[in-house]
């Protein structure tokens, strides 16, 4: 079936370092790819997505590139802040399979001043 | 997210007990999602439902119970049957239409001693 490999977390940077969290994953067909952010004792919020090989999903500085020769959905940012810290979770729903989102395990992130 | 109110916040119970956790939405989306979170397993599917008085069963339905019998409302049981219950529960809501964006309330963690 379908699966989502997120690299284990967690990662400690500190402020103003370059980030890249890798996400690989397994499935048939085109799947569309997300990467979702849950801060602390919330819910998680969509942060970035693409739906096609090729496509850069980006928001807030961070981006992320779908890449289907690698299988690969990584995200990135240039410059984090503190209040970057959180759990950041890849995702893939399948093609034409409506909302349904298979998740990694989730990657921590701590931002130090 | 504002439109989505997951209550209690915090909820503890004995062993043997059902308990039902509520989930109500009021963006007016016809897909709604219960989600588990144990640390480092990212999420797992419960249940979802896409319409009123239809639901299924996601990848770990096991010792749980839902209804959709209103558009706003998808409560979730935890039963006694449920082996390991303690755990973070997010229910998460999505529009029609493949690729929309779950959207998901803050969660409701359940702790059964």
């Known amino acids: 079936g379908d699966s989502v490999t997120q690299m284990e977390g967690p990662v400690t940077l500190s402020e103003e370092a370059f980030l890249t969290i890798n996400c690989t994953y397994t499935?048939?067909?085109?799947?569309?790819l997300f990467w979702y952010v849950q801060y602390p004792g919330e819910g998680l919020q969509l942060l970035l997505k693409a739906t096609k090989a090729d496509d850069k999903g980006s928001n807030k500085g961070f981006e992320a590139t779908y890449r289907k020769e690698t299988t690969s959905f990584h995200l990135e940012k240039g410059s984090v802040q503190v209040s970057d810290s959180a759990v950041y979770f890849c995702a893939l729903t399948p093609n034409n399979a409506g909302n349904m989102l298979t998740f990694g395990g989730g990657t921590r992130l701590m931002v130090k001043p | 997210d504002g439109g989505i109110t997951q209550s209690p916040k915090y909820l503890f119970r004995k062993e043997g007990q059902n308990v039902t956790l509520s989930c109500e939405q009021n963006?007016?989306?016809?897909?709604m999602y219960w989600y588990r979170q144990d640390p480092g397993q990212g999420l797992r599917l419960i249940y979802y439902?896409?319409?009123?008085?239809?639901?299924q069963k996601g990848d770990i339905a096991e010792g749980y119970s839902v209804s959709r019998e209103k558009k706003e409302s998808f409560p979730l049981t935890v039963t006694s049957a449920q082996k390991n219950p303690t755990a973070f529960y997010l229910c998460?809501?999505?529009?029609?239409?493949?690729?929309?964006?779950?959207?998901f309330g803050n969660g409701t963690r359940l702790t059964v001693t």
């Open positions: 499935a048939t067909g085109y799947p569309s």
């Open positions: 439902s896409q319409i009123v008085n239809d639901f």
């Open positions: 998460a809501t999505a529009s029609t239409g493949p690729n929309s964006p779950l959207h």
């Open positions: 963006l007016n989306h016809d897909a």
